[in-house]
């Protein structure tokens, strides 16, 4: 049982157990290699190895809780699934449209990519990839890309290399969570559909419409 590993941790042990659940509840993923920006250099999560080196633990107690913990060794990402579909998160249209060109990027350099999985954008490369897609018209506002980054960021599928996140020399590092995100499928229906021109953006309705894309589990289609 898990409750007997966990009484077998450190006091200290424990404390890190517990915060890394609450981490992986609000974040969804937890990736293995990120940037360090003091020492400029890509560097491994100790936050990943702890949880690597207690994954039975950790997925006991997730387990009781209704959630399915997974790990990919190849890309380096730990994630949670809730088994119920229930805790999704619903994205602005504006969103939805970030997190599938920074999906369409990351395929696209991939193909370059050798030993390792980072990939490395700029703000201005994915809007200018995003108007010639004809998802947008026009560059949003500083404040809308500035909050899309953000959320992104804060579910742990981009991470802000230098600069604010508006800034269009801003450097991004698109993380391989997004592959867990956005399947090869659904990259597929947005090409059709902006072929179609059924996904470009209806400035009349910006501020209202939103399109459903789930950070957690499969849910439903986009």
Known sequence: MWTEAYEKLTSSEKEEFRRLANMLLSKTFIIRDYYDSKEEMMKISPEYRFIERNFELFSGYFFCSGWDL????????????NVYE???LKLSRLTTFFLYIIRLIYEEEREHISLRNEVITTTGQIIHKMI?????KKKPSDHDISDSLRLLSNHNLIQKISGP???A????????SVLFVVSNERISRIYDLVENGENTQD?????NETVSEI?????EEA
């Open 70 to 81: 997974l790990k990919d060794n190849q890309y380096g990402v730990i994630l949670v699934e």
């Open 86 to 88: 229930y805790n999704r």
């Open 132 to 136: 010639n897609l004809n998802l947008i």
């Open 165 to 167: 996140w508006e800034k």
């Open 169 to 176: 020399d801003t450097k991004i590092l698109i993380l391989p």
């Open 203 to 207: 400035e009349n309705n910006q501020d």
């Open 215 to 219: 950070i957690r589990g499969e849910g």
